[in-house]
Structures are given as structure tokens and as C-alpha cells.
């Protein structure tokens, strides 16, 4: 079992950055292929962006493509989301996500449904 901790979050001016960070818990993190995903109120949680077990693998949506940049590092359990470019549609609850099973890079695969655990959330809020 895996517990993830996210961190990071504020308010940010239109343009500007923040890198979240997701810490987990256990022995097995490099194991679980990662994602991130944010939801506004009344809105359904969305993929925002995935990273394979190794790190060679991601896949993002193309909104933030170009701005948004996930990675990991496996010696210290943690998997980050670096936000640039920062726009007032970015904000919302974003959450760390650890994926079951197998990478695949298809929208079937980097869904909700797969997610095995979720962390806590962190709040992003951009001004315009």
C-alpha cells in the first residue's frame, strides 16, 4: 500500500510557475507508474499528466503541453509537476495519482479507473 503526500500549491499570478511535489510512502514507489490530475468544482477530475515506473515514458493533455513537465525521482519517492506559463484555466485541486498495472500511453490506460491511490490534493490558483 502507498500513501502520497502532495505539496506545492498556491497562488500564482497569469504567467507565472510552481513545481508541485507528491512524497510516497513504502518500498514499492518506483514500481507504480505516476499521473497527476486536477478538478475544479462541479467539474469531473481530469488527466492532466503520467510518467512511466522508469521515467521514460509521459503523456500529457494537450493544454498543458508545452508548459507542464513531469518527472520523478525513484531514490526519493517522489514525482513532481513543474507549471510554467501558468494560466487562470489551470486552477484547481491537483492530485497525485499511482497507476495498477502495466504503461500504456492511451487514454484508457491513464484514466481515473486505473488509479490505484490518490493523494490528499493540493489547491492551485491562478489570478488573471
Known amino acids: 500500500q502507498a500513501q502520497l503526500v502532495e505539496s506545492g500549491g498556491g497562488l500564482v499570478q497569469a504567467g507565472g510557475s510552481l513545481r508541485l511535489s507528491c512524497v510516497a510512502s513504502?518500498?514499492?514507489?518506483?514500481?507504480?507508474?505516476m499521473g497527476w490530475f486536477r478538478q475544479t468544482p462541479g467539474k469531473e477530475r481530469e488527466f492532466v499528466a503520467g510518467?512511466?515506473?522508469?521515467?521514460?515514458?509521459?503523456n500529457y493533455i494537450d493544454s498543458v503541453k508545452g508548459r507542464f513537465t513531469i518527472s520523478r525521482i525513484n531514490a526519493k519517492n517522489t514525482v513532481y509537476l513543474q507549471m510554467d506559463s501558468l494560466e487562470p484555466e489551470d486552477t484547481a485541486v491537483y492530485y497525485c495519482a499511482a497507476y495498477r498495472g502495466p504503461w500504456y500511453s492511451g487514454t484508457s490506460y491513464l484514466r481515473e479507473s486505473n488509479v490505484a491511490y490518490w493523494g490528499q490534493g493540493t489547491q492551485v490558483t491562478v489570478s488573471s
Open positions: 513504502g518500498r514499492t514507489f518506483s514500481s507504480y507508474n
Open positions: 510518467i512511466s515506473w522508469s521515467g521514460d515514458n509521459t
